[in-house]
């Protein structure tokens, strides 16, 4: 039985990274508070979780602030960016009297109903907007976290790749909306909800990311783990 649970043993292994999880979404939660930090705290969930929880490279919480401190100024520009856009959405949903409470299928029924074709159109592009940012979220900050490269060019990067590999974006999208709207039910979810947004997710976007990875130089000493994903 001891044998069963120990370090070395499959479900030892399996504890362990759970705990790890569970840490690191903790980690994400408190470093995210200021809400200006939510992208670097993804930025850093993402490397920690591939690099130490998957490839077993490097202490995980080590590995979590070593990316947070390397990518807070580029990450914090992108969350700014995303904070600029839905500002802007919100204040055009002002403008036409639309409150984002009062979104629902029964009001865009009504909108068609009464010909409101401004309101209707409104709606659409909302949503439109809302699923593009959703998928730059997702993409954008593991690619900072991956490559070193200017902000405009993650997003750049992120935009294409949204649109490239769509079911992959819609796939690791519903992860997300799934998980958020778990939290909002279950707010104690948010101690292992980003952890196993991230671990999900890395599966799919590590693919995509393979793309555009260039073959690691044979004679050099670097470990390019994130080669073996």
Do not use: H
Not at 215 to 223: F, G, I, R, T, Y
Request: net charge positive.
């Amino acid at each position: 039985m001891k044998g069963l649970f120990s370090a070395d043993s499959g479900i030892g292994k399996a504890l362990t990274k759970i705990g790890e999880l569970v840490i690191l979404s903790i980690l994400w939660f408190v470093t995210s508070l200021p809400v200006i930090t939510i992208g670097v705290s993804t930025t850093a969930l993402y490397y920690a979780m591939v690099k130490s929880v998957r490839m077993d490279r490097g202490y995980f919480i080590k590995e979590y602030f070593k990316a947070w401190k390397d990518n807070f100024l580029r990450s914090t520009g992108i969350t700014l960016f995303f904070i600029v856009c839905l500002l802007g959405l919100w204040t055009a949903l002002q403008m036409m009297g639309i409150k984002l409470n009062d979104i629902s299928v029964e009001a865009i029924r009504q909108a068609k109903l009464d010909n409101k074709g401004a309101v209707l159109g409104m709606y659409f592009v909302s949503a439109g907007i809302l699923i593009l940012l959703g998928g730059l979220f997702c993409y954008v900050f593991p690619l900072v976290s991956r490559f070193d490269q200017s902000t405009v060019k993650s997003l750049l990067m992120a935009f294409v790749m949204t649109i490239r590999f769509f079911y992959y974006s819609i796939s690791v999208l519903v992860i997300l909306v799934a998980l958020v709207y778990m939290v909002i039910r279950l707010p104690l979810g948010i101690m292992f909800a980003p952890g196993l947004w991230a671990f999900l997710s890395s599966f799919l976007l590590e693919k995509a990311f393979r793309k555009y990875t260039p073959e690691p130089d044979p004679d050099s000493d670097v470990d390019a783990w994130w080669m073996r994903l």
